[in-house]
Structure formats: C-alpha cells, structure tokens
Nanobody
Framework: QVQLVESGGGLVQPGGSLTLSCVAS????????MGWYRQAPGKQRELVAT???????NYADSVEGRFTISRDYAKNAVYLQMNSLKSEDTAVYYC??????????????WGQGTQVTVSL
C-alpha cells in the first residue's frame, strides 16, 4: 500500500520555482521525522531537507537558502518550496518519514518519487 503520496514535480527552466507536496495516508498514525531526499541519474540518494524529531529543519548545503521545507501537522503533510532552481537539482525527489503505521508498525516509509527536471 502506498503510504506517502508526492505531487508537484515537473519541468522548469533554470532560475524557476516548483513546490513539491507529500501527504501521508491515514495508515500512518504518528510521524517522528519527515522530509525530502533526491536521486539523480547515476548518483546515490541524498538528503535534501528534513524535519527532525524536535521539529527543526535541516538542509543540504547545496540547497540552503534556495529551498524551504514546511510541514502541516494536521494534514500529515510536508512541502518543499524550491526557488532559483539549477540544472543540478534535476532528480527524482522522494518523500520520507519515520513513523508508525497501522499496517506495518514503526519504520521508514518512502513515497513513489516525483521527477523534477531543470532545463531550458
């Protein structure tokens, strides 16, 4: 069962903006951490931005100052506002959380990924 659903990816020109959204299904009943990772072709998956268990936001150095992560606790949702996009931001972006699901207990859950392409 899909428990994290992402949306908002697409094609954008360099310097443009996109906002990604991720909503956790009702089967995920508690969330400790939630955030975004990305994987470019031929590269390992890497952290982009995440909320820690204490609620603070951490960013990769490569996106600091350009990307903003936000969270809606009532909706079990997390968002990623991406500004000043660069070609090197091109990747599949994955939503991630560590939490408790009614289906599988505590664990790390991933969305299916959404493609972001930055190109002229």
């Amino acid at each position: 069962q899909v428990q994290l659903v992402e949306s908002g990816g697409g094609l954008v020109q360099p310097g443009g903006s996109l906002t990604l959204s991720c909503v956790a299904s009702r089967s995920i009943i508690s969330i400790n951490t939630m955030g975004w990772y990305r994987q470019a072709p031929g590269k390992q998956r890497e952290l982009v931005a995440t909320f820690t268990n204490g609620g603070s936001a951490n960013y990769a150095d490569s996106v600091e100052g350009r990307f903003t992560i936000s969270r809606d606790y009532a909706k079990n949702a997390v968002y990623l506002q991406m500004n000043s996009l660069k070609s090197e931001d091109t990747a599949v972006y994955y939503c991630n959380c560590f939490g408790r699901s009614t289906l599988a207990g505590y664990g790390i859950y991933w969305g299916q990924g959404t493609q972001v392409t930055v190109s002229l």
